[in-house]
């Protein structure tokens, strides 16, 4: 299914309730399987997490993540500590060209047998799980953390827990320190000091905690565009996000001040987005090691702006659903974007391409590749012109809801 989204000159005051972070989500799901008792409201509804789900209760020899890189990633750990059973992890063909060596390397150092399938280094994976007696574990901290979340949520499980050593420069700490939060919040004693970090085994007879998840950041990012591309004063209420957040995408609260959008804060459940100044710089400068998956949005708004930008620490981008540097620059190029890119950068020249509607009723399709970022981030730009985007149903990847959301606020959405 493709979406055509028509142009509109400004957006619908309104207010938007999103699902439950995926990141946050899918780290509680695997908790809860370990230790029965933790209990979780407000998840996501997202596919990954319905994925994530659905793999943990799953029974099978072979389990399919399709397109789900966490629940890769984490159920290869999970699944190293099942004693005496034997499962095989395997995904979309995309999925299998997505490396999983740093932490299989890892696993096996602790004593699990892991044995890939196809292509060495890649899944599918066959994992023989087993009670795992050794305590300390290096692993390189410089491809994703993902990695390093996968062996902290198994670590409490473990006899004598885990000392992890992190080699290198640490990429997406907040998601590290996300999981830190988490695992403390469920009565699991894990610190962090320098590039080390110490989980303890879990206590006897834990208590009862439920947690609620908080809102997806990474999701309110679609409306932080849609207000910097929309007239002064236009605002968007969304809910339930707080202050305080353990996701590293709450940086958009400052991130977007670059664009005109403030955000105001109210009793920890809501926010408004409001666009109060036009002053933006020519040039947008951000380093995003942390926040890596807002780099689309940010490029879009950039290039919906007319101004131009410099965004690096994006390595891990090309690891991603697709090798989203590439897909970037090759969508943008359509639009008139001049683009360059780097395996840790992204940069383009400010420009003037709406300024005069020249492109005012050219249609260009936007292709996705898989990518449920791709979809979103691009929408906004229907602010500016008229777009089509591909395969428009792989938002429900992380937002189920999208479309309708953004319907709300007066996008004209048509299926082609």
């Known amino acids: 299914m493709d979406i055509k989204l028509s142009p509109i000159k400004s957006i619908t005051t309104a207010h938007v309730t999103l699902s439950g972070s995926k990141s946050e989500t899918n780290r509680l799901l695997v908790l809860q399987a370990l230790f029965p008792h933790i209990t979780i409201t407000n998840t996501s509804n997202s596919d990954d997490s319905t994925v994530m789900q659905n793999a943990l209760n799953d029974t099978d020899a072979v389990i399919n993540v399709h397109h789900a890189g966490t629940a890769m990633r984490f159920l290869t750990a999970y699944s190293a500590i099942q004693q005496n059973k034997t499962v095989v992890l395997t995904g979309s063909s995309r999925m299998q060209q997505r490396p999983i060596g740093v932490l299989v390397k890892a696993l096996r150092s602790l004593g699990v047998t892991i044995t890939y399938l196809g292509t060495e280094g890649y899944p599918p994976l066959q994992i023989t799980g087993k009670k795992i007696k050794a305590s300390a574990v290096s692993i390189a901290a ?229 990518d449920h970022r791709m979809a979103m981030a691009f929408a906004p730009l229907a602010l500016k012109t008229p777009i089509i985007i591909e395969d428009a149903a792989v938002v429900s990847k992380s937002f189920l809801d999208f479309w309708e959301a953004i319907q709300k606020l007066g996008f004209a959405a048509t299926k082609l």
């Open 142 to 370: 410089n491809v994703s953390s993902q990695y390093i979340t996968a062996l902290l949520l198994i670590a409490p499980k473990l006899k004598n827990g885990l000392q992890l050593t992190l080699s290198g420069e640490i990429t997406s700490l907040p998601y590290i320190n996300m999981t830190l939060a988490l695992l403390n919040q469920v009565g699991i004693e894990a610190k962090m000091q320098g590039n080390t970090i110490s989980v303890q085994p879990i206590g006897v007879n834990p208590k009862p905690v439920n947690i609620v998840v908080e809102s997806d950041w990474s999701s309110a990012s679609y409306f932080y565009a849609i207000v910097a591309l929309a007239p002064l004063g236009s605002t968007v209420s969304l809910s339930s996000f707080k202050e305080g957040s353990l996701q590293g995408d709450a940086a958009l609260a400052t991130i977007y001040n670059n664009f005109g959008v403030t955000t105001h804060f109210h009793n920890n459940t809501t926010i408004t987005l409001t666009k109060s100044s036009t002053s933006i710089p020519s040039t947008i400068n951000l380093t995003l090691n942390n926040t890596p998956d807002i780099a689309q949005t940010i490029a879009t708004t950039c290039f919906g702006l007319g101004v131009g930008c410099n965004l690096t620490g994006l390595h891990t981008l090309k690891i991603k659903e697709t090798d989203r540097l590439q897909a970037l620059k090759t969508e943008l190029q359509k639009l008139g974007a001049i683009v360059t890119i780097t395996n840790n950068s992204f940069s383009m020249q400010p420009h003037s391409l709406f300024s005069d509607n020249k492109n005012a009723n050219k249609v260009v399709s936007i292709a996705t590749y898989n």
